[in-house]
């Protein structure tokens, strides 16, 4: 098994964002903490971390926290 060492960190993220995400966490019984390792694990192999029923489960909470962002926008600033 791998050895994983986690350290505490700080993260900016957009408000809307970051109700999506744990919202989405709780959806998964999960951290948001281990959401966001797990997007970045899935990301970094170009694989993507979400089913068909989870990305529904994220377009209702994006609808619910008005959520209008783009991967375009995460360039523009």
């Known amino acids: ?3 994983i060492e986690r350290i505490q960190t700080g993260l900016r993220l957009e408000k809307r ?3 999506v995400l744990k919202g989405l966490a709780e ?4 951290s948001t903490a281990e959401l966001i390792e797990a997007m970045a694990l899935h990301a970094f192999e170009g ?7 989870t990305r529904a489960k994220i377009d ?3 609808s619910v926290y008005g959520l ?5 926008d995460s360039h523009g600033t």
């Open 17 to 19: 964002l970051l109700k």
């Open 60 to 62: 209702m909470l994006k």
């Open 1 to 3: 098994m791998t050895k």
């Open 27 to 30: 959806h998964l019984d999960i």
């Open 68 to 72: 209008n962002l783009t991967a375009a």
């Open 47 to 53: 694989k993507t971390p979400f089913s068909e029923d």
